[in-house]
């Protein structure tokens, strides 16, 4: 399968009835080609991609079916430390440049810390703090959720910075 077939199947939720392929799709399917950097290989067959690769096709899946929420469990997981960071860049530039909301899962308490305008903490399914991290993200907090002492400091580059320090 080609790297646009799939992103083709972003847009089946708009399909309608003995109606083929439209314009819209095909502009839809190119739109999130562009927005993800995939242009160059939207004829590439997935098996030949990197893994961060293979990550942009399935957000450019999600964005080929313009939605106004894109719903991301764990986007970076399995990818090296690049490909983590390019992602993340990727899913702010599109809330950024495209007004999408994104919520997304992470365990990575820096990636939360630098890349979300807000976070949920939960603990045994239930919400412990919600908001702006710089607010709710405290040494004593972490403790209580993750049983993992702690140090959160601010970085004028890199914001909030988690820094475990024993259990």
């Not at 719903?71 to 495209?98: A, K």
């Not at 630098?114 to 907090?141: F, N, W």
Request: with cysteine.
């Amino acid at each position: 399968m080609t790297v646009r077939k799939l992103i083709a199947y972003g847009r089946y939720p708009h399909q309608r009835r003995f109606i083929g392929w439209t314009d819209k799709d095909e502009q839809a399917v190119t739109e999130a080609l562009e927005a993800t950097r995939l242009v160059d290989k939207a004829e590439r067959p997935l098996h030949a991609l990197s893994g961060g690769e293979r990550q942009r096709v399935w957000l450019a899946l999600a964005l080929a079916q313009q939605t106004d929420v894109l719903l991301l469990d764990e986007p970076t997981t399995y990818l090296d430390l690049y490909n983590q960071y390019e992602t993340l860049m990727l899913v702010r530039s599109l809330n950024q440049t495209y007004q999408k909301t994104i919520v997304m899962v992470l365990h990575d308490l820096n990636q939360a810390l630098q890349y979300s305008d807000e976070v949920i903490i939960m603990k045994h399914g239930c919400i412990v703090a919600a908001g702006d991290p710089r607010d709710i993200m405290t040494e004593s907090l972490v403790k209580d959720v993750f049983q993992v002492r702690s140090i959160i400091r601010e970085d004028a580059e890199a914001g909030l910075l988690f820094m475990p320090i024993g259990v």
